[in-house]
């Protein structure tokens, strides 16, 4: 089922101690305001089980910001999809462009890591997004067209139908830059239209497309009105509690 989430994405911020006051902090707001989207908190690998344990499960789920394209062995300093699920965590994202862009993540590797965090019971939250140069020259379909197709489309219906997609324009990650909310639907519309043509209509309908960029409290509202646009993924607006609960307040 289509679901409206409100993803945060710690990236590499907070010592452990600074995490878990975080997490407790948003799971505050969220005992006295129960939301209405599902609330995920994307924390570095050492947070996992902290943060598992610091929050209520009803209202926060947790998710790793990466796993490995290894299922297990001797691959000094990767942590696997297994052992992110063996913290308690149930998502993981997976494609961020930070991660495609520093550390040369291809398609073919992304396709790997998303079998793994399927097989290990992880649901992943696959990004994709073009740069400015490619929105220059109007390709930005083509290249999120291949980036679902390369990466994704092995997936059988039922497996697709556990990816929550995060449409991010690389050109709107951190830079106060925001897609306007008719560039985010125009886009979010033909995700939803490659995905209708492979999978058919109503696998397409019940795909979650995340929007993500510079997104907060002051935008997301008029951004998640939008028919494709079911949530956010959140980078620095996550940070903060109360920031992060003004945009999760976007659908109350
Ligand atoms: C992100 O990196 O996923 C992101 C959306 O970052 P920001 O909100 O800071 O632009």
């Known amino acids: 089922m289509r679901q409206k989430i409100v993803a945060g994405n710690w990236k590499m911020n907070k010592t452990l101690q600074e995490g878990v006051e975080l997490a407790k902090n948003v799971n505050d707001i969220l005992a006295k305001n129960a939301p ?45 999809a297994a052992m ?50 490619q929105r220059e020259a109007g390709k930005q379909n083509e290249v999120v067209k291949a980036q679902v197709e390369n990466a994704l489309f092995h997936l059988s219906a039922d ?11 690389v050109w709107a990650i951190g830079t106060g830059k925001t897609a306007t909310s008719a560039q985010a639907e125009e886009i979010h519309a033909y995700i939803r239209s490659v995905i209708a043509a492979k999978y058919g209509k109503e696998v397409a309908d019940n795909t979650t497309i995340l929007y993500g960029g510079s997104c907060k409290a002051s935008n997301a509202k008029e951004l998640f009105a939008q028919p494709d646009v079911d949530g956010g993924l959140i980078g620095g607006a996550s940070l903060k509690a109360e920031d992060f609960y003004g945009i999760i307040e976007a659908y109350n």
């Open 84 to 133: 992110v699920k063996s913290t308690g965590a149930q998502y993981v994202i997976l494609g961020h462009s930070e991660r495609r862009t520093y550390y040369g993540e291809t398609d073919a590797i992304l396709k790997e890591k998303v079998d793994l965090a399927l097989a290990n019971g992880l649901l992943p939250i696959f990004c994709i997004g073009e740069v400015l140069e």
């Open 159 to 169: 497996d697709f139908g556990k990816i929550v997609l995060a449409y991010e324009p």
């Open 36 to 80: 209405k989207c599902t609330v995920i908190l994307g924390t570095p690998f050492i947070h996992l089980t902290e943060v598992v344990k610091t929050v209520d499960s009803k209202n926060i789920k947790v998710a790793a910001e990466n796993c490995a394209d290894m299922a297990s062995g001797a691959y000094t300093g990767e942590v696997s």
